[in-house]
């Protein structure tokens, strides 16, 4: 029932930015744990952010703080990660995965969610 579906991916020149949507179905984005979290060719899946509608926690990875921001709109049960200052180490797939726990974001940027999308790569060329 749960379904997750993310947008605005493509292919940007190093520098640029990008914002990615993730629509929710399902579930409320105001009472759940939203984590965007991506996988580069090789490498294993690394949270980049989190937001808990419920209490209101937000995370980001180290590698991305001050460029990536989450933010949702509770209106159109959706979560956007506006990604600016795009680095080539950024290339992924990026995907939106939910979970009904909310203490599922926390600082260890967990991966371990019940519900995923498909996916949005973002390719950043140099």
């Known amino acids: 029932e749960v379904q997750l579906v993310e947008s605005g991916g493509g292919l940007v020149q190093a520098g640029g930015s990008l914002r990615l949507s993730c629509t929710v179905s399902?579930?409320?984005?105001?009472?759940?744990?939203i984590a965007w979290i991506r996988q580069a060719p090789g490498k294993e899946h690394e949270a980049v952010s989190c937001?808990?509608?419920?209490?209101?926690?937000?995370h980001y990875a180290i590698a991305v703080k001050g460029r990536f921001s989450i933010f949702p709109n509770y209106a159109k049960n959706t979560v956007y990660l506006q990604i600016d200052s795009l680095k080539p180490e950024d290339t992924a797939v990026y995907y939106c995965a939910a979970d009904r726990l909310w203490a599922r974001c926390n600082s260890r940027m967990d991966v371990s969610y019940a519900y995923w999308g498909q996916g949005t790569q973002v390719t950043v060329s140099s």
């Open positions: 937001n808990s509608g419920g209490d209101g926690v937000v």
């Open positions: 399902g579930l409320s984005v105001d009472d759940s744990a």
